[in-house]
């Protein structure tokens, strides 16, 4: 490895163990914002922050020329009941770093910091860059990403650092949640009364659960459909009049997701309402000069079956970085330091090689 990159590489991995070690749920990532401002401080940029948001303009900008954003998050989830370590302890083990958001995705925002400043130190780029580590991604807030895109300005480019072992991910799946409630009628459970929502819930769910759309993706297959809660009733002895469910929609690139849920609602008496629709499948042309590149480079194209802030931006972008989408939301989360650097050496490969 360059020496140079290798003390990017290093200072990464030292800010990443800093992260670990301060706690930061979503909307609660005050204390990690500002150990992502001091840090561009301290290596000579002069980042900005609005709430939770920190990000940085290159210092070798110009206005005629297109902008690549690097982007990840520093939100994490909260740690659940079955670690053995202590989420933010660090811990080091070889080349083992363990704790709660080291693989998602804090091993790619310290990569994509390094490599931002490389290319501050280098310049050389034919296109200007923007490096934004956010909050919110975990929950899709929107005190993250699509708070501060305004303020950005105009993205030709985006690259989005999740674990993906540094397979290049051209497209993804989108996401609607969405509320079902079946409407019955009350009455007493010892006599043959009332319309049981119950019922006419479990009826629907089942209609649901054997619903497959007609259009499957090359690269995302087709969309996935779980039925997740259900809730009914107030005491053992009354018919309910209510019962609501929960439905998971994982979408690909061949329907919108109001065209799901219109879909969905054809097919069921229950009322079908979406939490949010602005979560859809993102992708990009096979021929676009990343795609090109990555390949070029060898790299893996794939469909990512899972969530990330690409929904939330309206321009081409990609998804890459260090890690194992698998061990994301995992007791003992952890990172290979070797995954760390490996990326920082991929991010600049890739870039160094881009023309847009």
């Not at 659960?209 to 499957?216: A, K, S």
Request: proline residues 6%; contains cysteine; aromatic residues 6%.
């Amino acid at each position: 490895m360059p020496q140079l990159t290798q003390q990017w590489s290093e200072l990464a991995i030292e800010l990443l163990q800093s992260l670990i070690r301060t706690p930061s749920f979503s909307r609660e990532e005050a204390a990690t914002a500002a150990l992502i401002f001091n840090f561009l401080t301290d290596q000579g940029t002069q980042p900005q922050r609005r709430g939770n948001n920190v990000w940085a303009r290159s210092r070798h900008w110009q206005p005629n020329r297109p902008t690549v954003l690097l982007n990840s998050h520093h939100d994490t989830v909260e740690p659940g009941p079955s670690w053995t370590t202590d989420p933010f302890g660090a811990t080091l083990d070889g080349d083992r770093l363990t704790g709660l958001g080291s693989n998602d995705a804090g091993a790619s925002a310290v990569a994509l910091l390094a490599t931002f400043l490389h290319f501050e130190q280098t310049g050389g780029l034919p296109f200007n860059l923007i490096c934004a580590i956010t909050a919110e991604e975990e929950i899709s807030g929107t005190g993250g990403i699509a708070s501060i895109l305004p303020e950005l300005g105009p993205i030709d480019l985006g690259i989005v650092g999740e674990p993906t072992q540094m397979a290049l991910a051209v497209a993804e799946k989108g996401l609607v949640v969405i509320d079902g409630t079946a409407h019955g009628r009350t009455g007493h459970a010892a006599r043959d009364e009332g319309d049981n929502a119950l019922y006419r819930a479990i009826a629907d769910i089942e209609k649901l659960r054997n619903f497959h759309f007609v259009n499957t993706s090359p690269l995302l297959g087709p969309v996935k459909l779980t039925v997740t809660q259900i809730a009914a009733g107030t005491q053992h002895n009354v018919v309910p009049d209510r019962c609501t469910f929960v439905v998971d929609v994982r979408t690909n690139e061949c329907y919108s997701n109001a065209e799901v849920v219109e879909i969905l609602q054809r097919e069921v008496l229950s009322e079908l309402m979406p939490r949010s629709l602005r979560l859809n499948s993102s992708g990009i042309a096979p021929g676009h000069p990343v795609v090109q590149r990555a390949q070029a480079l060898g790299w893996r194209c794939f469909g990512s079956p899972t969530l990330s802030d690409q929904a939330l931006l309206s321009f081409d972008t990609v998804k890459i970085g260090p890690g194992d989408s698998a061990r994301s939301h995992t007791p003992d989360e952890y990172i290979m330091l070797s995954e760390i650097r490996a990326a920082v050496l991929g991010y600049i490969e890739l870039l160094r090689g881009l023309s847009l």
